[in-house]
């Protein structure tokens, strides 16, 4: 595409792709705190959101947003990488062979892995570009927005 764009159809292509990631990531959060079992009260579920944000350069953003506990259970479940290094069980039961009973934790990783995945998709998508049709719309948006600011039934 030899196509110019404006700046304001590139900055509607960024808060298109914006919405649609954030979208995208709050369902991913959903199913990884489902499929881990991680859901108790669905409190952390009902706090998820997202919301676009413009600073005054005009740069679009997207910030998310959750109850705070949520990051920290899964900060706190990296405990177990620390204790690795600890005597697995008493010397006593080494010696004899009984085999300790483990139980087996709940997996808490929800937010990195997605998140952090999500920046290479939300990436790819940006830089692959305004297709011919996302730009017809775009345009169609535009036009249709201005023509609502001077007044003119759409």
């Not at 998820?48 to 413009?54: A, D, P, Q, S, V």
């Not at 005597?87 to 004899?96: K, L």
């Not at 940006?126 to 007044?151: P, Q, V, Y």
Request: aromatic content about 8%; charged content about 35%.
């Amino acid at each position: 595409m030899n196509e110019k764009y404006s700046k304001q159809e590139v900055a509607e292509f960024i808060r298109r792709e914006l919405r649609q990631h954030g979208d995208w990531l709050c369902d991913r959060f959903v199913e990884a705190l489902e499929k881990n079992g991680n859901r108790i009260t669905g409190e952390l579920e009902r706090s998820l959101g997202w919301r676009l944000t413009e600073p005054s350069d005009g740069a679009a953003g997207l910030e998310i947003g959750f109850e705070s506990y949520g990051r920290f259970f899964e900060i706190k479940g990296n405990d177990r990488l620390r204790k690795l290094n600890d005597m697995p069980m008493s010397v006593n039961r080494i010696v004899w062979g009984i085999k300790e009973r483990k139980r087996r934790k709940k997996s808490t990783r929800w937010y990195a892995r997605n998140m952090y995945g999500g920046l290479g998709r939300l990436v790819s998508r940006l830089s692959a570009g305004i297709s011919e049709d996302e730009l017809a719309t775009i345009r169609e948006t535009i036009k249709n927005s201005e023509l609502g600011k001077h007044g003119k039934v759409i």
